[in-house]
Every structure is written in C-alpha cells, then in structure tokens.
C-alpha cells in the first residue's frame, strides 16, 4: 500500500470516529428522554383510570344509551396518526407509517371516506405525500405536548364526530412494550366500545343530572386522556427505537474503526519492513 | 370534623391526595358542598374555582377547568385536566391569553374558532378570578 492511500485510511478512521461521537451522543440522549418519557406515561395512570372506572359504572346501567356508544354503519373514517418529529430512530416513523397507509387504503379500495389528523412532523409530511385528506396538522408536538394541545385536538375530534362527518375515529400509534420493542397500533376511539363489566345493575350512585349526560360530558376529558397518553408512548417509543438504532450504529462504527486501524496498521507494517529490505540489500550491495 | 379522603387527579399527576373536611365545586346546575359522609354522587364539573378545607376553618382555592367529581365508598375524586392552586397561577400568562383570546372573539372567526376561542376565555377569565387578581 502506497502512503497516500495510507493518508486515505487515516481521514476515514477520523471521520467515522466523529460521526461515532455523534451517535453516542444522541444514543444518551434519546436514554434520558427515554426515562422522563416513561415517568410521564406512568403519571398519566391514575387520571385514566378514574375515568375509565366511571364510564364503566355508568355503562353497567342497562338503562344506558349515549351517541359516543352507538355503532353505525361504516361510511367514513377519521383517523389520527401519531408520528415522531424527527428521523434517526430506526424503523420507528417507517413503521408505523405503512400501517396508517394500509389501514387506510384497505377503506378507501371500499369506497370509504376517509380523513387523517396528523400528529408530528413524519406524519404531516407522509400525509401530505400521498394526498390523504388532512382535517387538521399538529406538527412539533411529540416532545412537549401539554394538556392544551391534547385538549384541542379532542375538541377537533368530537366536534366532527357529533355533526356526523365520520361514523368511526381510530388512532394509530407506537406503543411501547419494552426497550427492545415497540409495535405499531390501531386502536377504535370512537365510538366507546362496550366497557362494562358484564354485570348489569342498577346502581346506587346518584349522577348529577342525569348517567347519559354525565357519561356525554366525560367524553372530552376520555379523550384528552387518550390521547395524551397516546402521544406519550408514541415519544417514549420513539426515544427508545432511536437508543437502539443509535447503540447499533455507535457498534457499527467501532467495528468499523477497528477493521480499518488493522488495515492501517499492517500498511504501516508492511512499508517498514519494505523499507528495511530496501536498506538491508543496499547495504549487502555496498559491501 | 369528620374527614374524607380527597383525591385530585390530572393527566400529569396526582395533584392532591389527602384527607379534607369539606370542598366546594361548581357543576353545570351550581355549587354543590361535599362533606364526610355524603352519598354516592358523580356530577360533571365546569371551570371554576374549588375550595378545599383541610381543617374547617381555614380553605384553600384552586382555579379548575372541566371535569368529573365523584364520591364513592367516603372518598372524593376530582379528575379534571388541568388544576392549579390560586397562589401558583401565572396571572400575567393568563392576562395574556384573556386578551388573545378577546381579540380572537372580536375577529368574528367561524363558528368553530368562535367557541374555541370562547373557552380559552372562560378558562383565563377561571384563573383570573381564582388567583383574585381581577
């Protein structure tokens, strides 16, 4: 090997160390938000819960009817996808992207009406890409969503929902099952589905005024929970598929460097002991 | 004093867990007392203040938006999706988001924007009023 290529070498373990420094980096990073992530999904349990419990009191009433229960024939369909704001992290936005875009062309081969909400960044630009009727955009929310926010995109989706645009709303998220794994999910939000426990009775609890209405006006909190838990393991998932695409390439790199500071290293060899031959004969000649 | 256990839950966090004398919130029919002891009751709140009694004498207010109170087996549940004590409020945020949301009324935006907007204005107006600063 000549020592110019020597000197080529030499800038490639240079620049994959930097960009191996980058990646470490974005590798801890995506660790600590990874942690708050998680402590946020976990903060956002009682609040669900409490509501979830009520809504199931109330469904347990066989008197009970409410528009946000009622199953209607399928026509249109809003869904809501949730995306990252950023790249970088694996299959993560690719993922969950190609089941937003079968579950809808599987209604629109239907003929079904079929509209979006789009949550982040990757989602917007997907959407806007392939032509889908975008109702609403909520770009660069992932990360800093507050209970506003979440709040509006639920008015958006109970609003068009009662004036009967759309006969269903589902959301397609990332769910975070465990560090190494994050799988893609539809979920039906409306209408409520059936959550009573089974035993149906009337109960003792006075609702003020009425269970329908009581049951009606929870709806747009429901939904705010939802949501905002949605989003919140959307991110948490995020953070962790990017730790996992930022630890492989990190390894990748330093496989890389060690292949190359042996390629550099025997070159290096190579040319000494080329050298020393060179002097050794030259000296064998002198003599 | 009879005492209850008092929970109040937003998406965030459990921002209240304790025991309580009496609280006093608004539903969409008014304000309605709760004390130790109270039948089983599930009512939807507006946005308004809450007042809290630890003791019976002294209370404590918060600014809360809409929401749930439910009172099951002697202990209260507020779940709401936003909460603050009156002392916490940022009264030149929610100035500001009066004001904005005064202007948007005055725009004469659609329907849609119209309520929104509305809301935004009960909410600041809640704060405002809780945080006795206007």
């Not at chain 2, 004398?21 to 089983?40: C, E, F, R, W, Y």
């Not at chain 2, 009751?41 to 207010?61: F, K, M, Q």
């Not at chain 2, 005055?106 to 849609?112: F, L």
């Amino acid at each position: 090997m000549s020592t110019a290529n020597m000197k080529d070498v030499k800038r490639r373990i240079k620049s994959v160390e930097s960009t191996m420094q980058i990646t470490k980096a974005m590798q801890l990073v995506a660790s600590s938000k990874l942690r708050r992530a998680k402590e946020r999904a976990l903060a956002a349990q009682p609040f669900f819960a409490a509501l979830y419990d009520t809504m199931s009191d109330i469904s347990n009433d066989p008197a009970f009817t409410s528009i946000y229960t009622k199953k209607k024939v399928l026509r249109s369909t809003l869904f809501v996808v949730i995306a990252g704001d950023r790249g970088l992290a694996g299959g993560f936005n690719s993922n969950v992207l190609k089941l937003a875009a079968q579950k809808i062309t599987e209604l629109t081969d239907k003929k079904e009406k079929v509209s979006v909400i789009c949550v982040g960044r990757k989602s917007v630009e997907f959407c806007e890409k392939r032509g889908f009727d975008i109702v609403a955009r909520y770009p660069q929310v992932a990360e800093s969503l507050s209970i506003v926010d979440a709040e509006d995109i639920a008015d958006e989706i109970i609003e068009q929902f009662r004036c009967g645009y759309y006969d269903q709303v589902d959301m397609i998220y990332t769910t975070f099952v465990s560090a190494l794994s994050q799988v893609p999910v539809a979920v039906e939000v409306l209408p409520v589905k059936d959550i009573s426990t089974g035993l149906r009775h009337r109960s003792l609890i006075e609702y003020d005024p009425s269970p329908e209405e009581v049951f009606d006006g929870l709806i747009p909190q429901y939904l705010t929970g939802l949501i905002y838990a949605a989003v919140v393991d959307s991110f948490a998932s995020e953070q962790a598929a990017r730790r996992t695409a930022m630890e492989n390439a990190s390894d990748n790199a330093e496989e890389m460097i060690e292949n190359l500071s042996l390629l550099y290293n025997r070159a290096r060899q190579a040319m000494i002991t080329q050298e020393l031959t060179e002097i050794s004969s030259a000296s064998l000649r002198d003599e | 004093m009879n005492t209850f256990k008092l929970r109040i839950i937003t998406p965030d966090k459990v921002f209240y867990e304790g025991e309580a004398v009496s609280i006093i919130v608004k539903t969409a029919a008014g304000n309605i007392g709760i004390l130790a002891g109270h039948t089983p009751y599930v009512a939807n709140i507006v946005p308004s203040p809450l007042t809290v009694s630890e003791n019976g004498t002294d209370s404590r207010v918060a600014a809360v938006s809409a929401g749930v109170v439910k009172v099951e087996n002697g202990v209260v549940t507020v779940v709401t999706t936003a909460v603050e004590w009156a002392e916490d409020i940022d009264v030149s945020r929610a100035e500001r988001s009066r004001e904005r949301a005064e202007r948007e009324l005055a725009a004469q935006a659609s329907d849609k924007e119209f309520r929104h907007a509305e809301q935004r204005l009960k909410r600041a107006l809640n704060r405002l009023t809780v945080s006795g600063k206007h």
